[in-house]
């Protein structure tokens, strides 16, 4: 098997962008731009959900500190209403997220397989140089692209926004805090990249060795009686027991990268609860700020940390995803050849 090419090649993404212009632009495009619309205002709403409770958790720690009774529960409330909304526009994102998904997965398989029964591209998968498991690429690839191009896409924007909303709070309690903040984002980010960029070719690799075992037990379940008359069945058995070697052996490799990741990680997000207090507590403790400062500066760093570091929290998803991209991409390419230059003649 070929090693995969660089799954955030320029060609990649512009086959991506095609295929959602192409979705935008189709019977579906109306719904799809309202939903997307209907996504962009509800995140507008959780970012400001985000900023307000962090300054209602201020006032309520603030009030706690004063023993201030009428305040802790005036503050109790505005906690509980701004959590009661916050809950309804999560859940709400979510949902038209997954129907967004759905529309899209909809729309690129029914394409998807109308190119590939109608100019014959599956007849010519057992030649040589073809792609492999093109049963997979449809059914599994085109739902992963779909819905993890989409979630992507909109961590990205909301995490800016996240950025934009918090940046000014954090930097109204400490500037140094902020700085901290980026430097310690940036530099994880670069570590994560460092520890976890084979993972790419290793999850590309899975995906094949995953669905060459399960079509060897398709056929097997096929041939059954071939392989009771010919005696195959020490053939067959190797074959099988050599699949599964090959995908353990892939998948231990992944497990290593995965364990030396989340050794980094782990530290990076235990950290992010302790670096405000120790740069924030010595103001509370010279009296330069209230009690509650401490809790909104925590919140506000972990956010805007948070935002910053999506490369941390989703390196596994996101080398998945390109590994997803690289097969859908070779798949699309391999309908243009067969579908342009050879025979699309059906069998019989």
């Known amino acids: 098997m070929s090693e995969p090419r660089s799954a955030f090649s320029r060609d990649v993404f512009r086959r991506i962008f095609q295929t959602l212009v192409a979705f935008l632009r189709s019977s579906v495009g109306g719904r799809a731009r309202w939903l997307l619309a209907l996504l962009f205002g509800l995140m507008i709403c959780i970012n400001g959900m985000n900023v307000v409770n962090s300054f209602v958790g201020k006032h309520f720690m603030s009030s706690i500190e004063r023993r201030d009774s009428d305040g802790f529960v005036r503050f109790a409330w505005l906690y509980v209403a701004v959590f009661a909304g916050s809950v309804f526009v999560g859940v709400m994102f979510r949902f038209t997220e997954e129907r967004v998904g759905l529309l899209w997965r909809e729309f690129l398989t029914h394409r998807v397989v109308r190119l590939y029964i109608d100019r014959g591209i599956y007849l010519h998968m057992n030649e040589e140089g073809a792609i492999t498991n093109p049963d997979q690429r449809i059914s599994e690839d085109i739902r992963q692209l779909t819905t993890t191009t989409l979630s992507f896409v909109l961590m990205v924007l909301n995490g800016t926004m996240t950025v934009l909303s918090f ?153 998945a995803y390109a590994s997803v991209l690289l097969r859908l991409v070779e798949f699309m390419e391999s309908v243009e050849k067969y579908g342009n230059g050879k025979s699309t003649a059906h069998p019989g």
């Not at 700085?179 to 690799?205: D, E, H, Q």
């Not at 096929?222 to 009771?228: G, L, R, S, W």
Request: aromatic letters at 10%; proline letters at 3%; glycine letters at 6%.
């Open 167 to 319: 940046s000014g709070v954090l930097w109204t309690i400490s500037p140094k805090l902020f700085m901290v903040a980026v430097i310690y984002a940036v530099a994880g980010s670069m570590l994560t990249i460092w520890l976890g960029r084979p993972l790419i070719k290793l999850n590309y690799r899975q995906s094949d060795c995953e669905a060459n075992f399960r079509s060897d037990l398709i056929w097997t379940r096929e041939h059954a009686d071939q392989i009771e008359r010919e005696r195959g069945q020490s053939s067959i058995r190797d074959r099988l027991v050599a699949r599964v070697d090959d995908l353990v052996g892939n998948l231990r490799r992944v497990i290593v990268i995965n364990r030396n990741l989340n050794f980094f990680t782990s530290g990076y997000n235990y950290m992010i609860q302790l670096i405000p207090a120790l740069i924030v507590a010595p103001l509370f403790i010279r009296g330069e700020i209230e009690f509650g400062v401490i809790g909104q500066a925590s919140m506000a760093f972990a956010t805007l940390v948070g935002a910053f570091s999506l490369i941390i929290t989703q390196f596994q998803a996101i080398s």
